[in-house]
């Protein structure tokens, strides 16, 4: 009896085993689109998590967000088991069964042509020659279609806009100028007075136009304004706004095969454009083995550029954000997730979560009923400077956020869609944190540079003071005066330093940079006492503070303390929040300009939830 309710479980466990397995075998089989390398790639020995490709190599994309690196697994062969890590995003080209029809036939027929060009047939000895020469038609193929679309910009303009300008215009269109162009005037400017020019000068310089798109790429901002306002464009151009402009036309007797929606979309289209044609520079410059890093910096270049207008237009849409979006650095991923808070029970509740520079945001999608747009609800935040992070779970999908340690409340638990999007943010977030360890470790030799020479200034400074203060009639402040009370300010607890661990007790106010010292007034700073901030109260520090020994703290941009005390209305005693070296905060001092408070922080400060 019990032997067969054992082996009634041992099965049942098998079959969920099988479907899992055939489970995953089907997501990977199913869900990730194919790419070819168009170039072979050998990372370097620091590049551990990346993966080496071979020209015409097939792999699956994993994950695709990030511009510059996506997540790749090669095809199993006979010999090598399939292979999964980073490679750049600049190597791989989408395969031709999953590109849309039509989106290389151009370049097709001009690539299949190049070596029946008689003038070159002599030129065709070696895979080097011929991959040259593949190249220069792929520069006069960027040089052609660079002109074409010059011509088609500005053939928009002398067409459309002087209806949308004129006062007699139909109420349809009438000042619906910046809704529908935005800035397109200034993108043909750019094009047809500069752009296209560099490239005409570059000639078949693969190096020279590499060159010129990293030149001008603060340029290429006019096409991720342009970008970002095309949804709106879209729903601005009604069906009786067409109306409008087809009226229009046929009063001048003007006949075109394009609309009106076509031109609007190809300063889009030519983004796409210039990625496949650099992909092909870059494909053949490798193919002819020489240097491909400008050329891949280019490319780089125009692979960032729509994914920064996807960002800012997805950015746009959040809501109820207290602070500045602009301030949070810049955007990496987004992404929705499941998350719990606290411990992982019951069903987790689904965010759409984006990760800043500074901070992981999490809100909610919320869907406009009368139209099929969305927003995105704010709901609540992490810094990135005070978390901790736990990668291994027992959902290989799952990674857990923490403040303090990672049994706290003070924790998040976020499952993504696919365990490869957990392992892109998981690195990403690394990262992250680790740049921001090398900017405090940076700031820390700072202030220990900036000790150095107040330390050896100190005295001198000390004895001028007393000096002047002889000399000085009753009731009148010298410059020396003003500098020693300036550098009584500042905190000086002498420490040594024998590890990375150790800090340097030094507390310097944030106007002091550099390894100069600068003279202070006291009354030059925002805040210079405690006299408006209440003992007990919860604030954040708005700057890093690096500190150490009995007396000071290390505190990050972002972390929460608690005030306990206000020495002499100039020195602050705060408490930080637990952590698994003190269970109970450590107590230091910082300057009263540190503290920064916001509305309804003790709240949010005790339980981060999910509302």
Known sequence: MQENKLKRKLSAKERLLTMRQYSDQDDVKDSFDMCVAIASYIPVEEDVD???????????????????????????????????????????????????????????????????????????????????????????????????????MMFCLETYLPLVEDQNAPPAVKGKKDVLFLNFEKICDFHKNTFVKELEECGNDAYSVGRAFIKWQCNFEYHVQYCKNKPRSENCLTPTVKACFDEYLRSKGIVDKFSLSDYLIKPVQRLTKYQLLLKEVVKYTSRAKEDCIELEMALNVMMQVPKRANDLMHISLIEGFQGNINDLGKLYRQEDYTVWTGKQKGRGKERHVFLFKDLIMLTKIKKDPRS??????????????????????RDERCFELWYGKASSSLSMTLQAKTKYVKEAWVKEIRSLLEQKQMEMLEAKASVERIYGALHQTRSSIRSASSISSLNSEPGTLSNSSLLSKSSESLTFNETSTSSLGATSSLS????????????????????????????????????????????????????????????????????????????????????????????????????????
């Open 508 to 611: 310097v106010p944030a106007r002091l940079h550099g390894d100069s010292f600068t003279s202070l007034d006291s009354d030059s700073p925002p805040r210079d006492n405690c006299e408006d901030l209440e003992i007990g109260g919860l604030y954040e520090i708005s700057d890093d503070f690096i500190a150490g020994g009995m007396c000071g703290l290390e505190l990050s941009k972002g972390e929460l303390v608690k005030l306990v005390e206000a020495e002499n209305n100039n020195v602050c005693i705060v408490q930080s929040m637990p952590s698994p070296e003190c269970c109970t905060g450590e107590e230091g001092s910082v300057p009263p300009y540190l503290l920064r408070r916001r509305k309804s922080l003790e709240g949010n400060m005790l339980n981060i939830l999910l509302s």
């Open 50 to 152: 990346h993966i080496p490709l071979v020209e015409g190599q097939y792999v699956e994309i994993l994950d695709s967000d990030g511009a510059i690196e996506w997540l790749v697994q090669t095809k199993p062969t006979k010999v090598n088991p399939p292979r999964r890590g980073w490679v750049p995003a600049s190597h791989l080209l989408k395969d031709r069964a999953t590109m849309v029809p039509g989106q290389t036939e151009s370049l097709n027929r001009m690539i299949s042509r190049v070596i029946l060009d008689e003038s070159d047939s002599d030129l065709a000895g070696t895979k080097k020659q011929e991959a040259l020469i593949k190249r220069r038609y792929v520069l006069e193929e960027l040089l052609q279609t660079e002109r074409a679309f010059v011509k088609n």
């Open 372 to 393: 099929e747009g969305f927003t995105y609800a704010y709901k609540n935040h992490m810094t990135i400077p005070g978390i901790g992070m736990t990668e291994e779970s």
